[in-house]
Nanobody, 124 residues
């Protein structure tokens, strides 16, 4: 069964760091564009970052550019989101998503596989 499992969420003070991981139980992980989205209470799910299957090119939302870094390890079927200089407005549930041979997309409708989410809370 294909599954994405996020981990690494938690409570951190403003200015701190967290690293999220997402393990994807699929044979051809290297053929998937991977992404992170987040959803704060009462808000719509929004794009955070994506990394291409083809050349590991990356794409970030303006709100996290320069603070967050997305990466992947194809040998481990895992992608990561390193989050630095966290702000209270980064508080949300963070979701891992995958799109087979997809472009770098911010549209969540392009992603066919989703994890269950991991909670990140940033205190002021």
């Amino acid at each position: 069964q294909v599954q994405l499992v996020e981990s690494g969420g938690g409570l951190v003070q403003a200015g701190g760091s967290l690293r999220l991981s997402c393990a994807f139980s699929v044979r051809a992980f290297s053929m998937y564009t991977m992404a992170w989205f987040r959803q704060a209470p009462g808000k719509e799910r929004e794009f955070v970052a994506a990394i291409s299957w083809r050349n590991s090119a990356t794409f970030y939302a303006d709100s996290v550019k320069g603070r967050f870094t997305i990466s992947r390890d194809n040998a481990k079927n895992t992608q990561y989101l390193q989050m630095n200089s966290l702000k209270p407005e980064d508080t949300a549930d963070y979701y891992c998503a995958a799109n087979y041979q997809g472009f770098l997309e911010s549209d969540l409708r392009k992603y066919g596989y989703w994890g269950q989410g991991t909670q990140v809370t940033v205190s002021s």
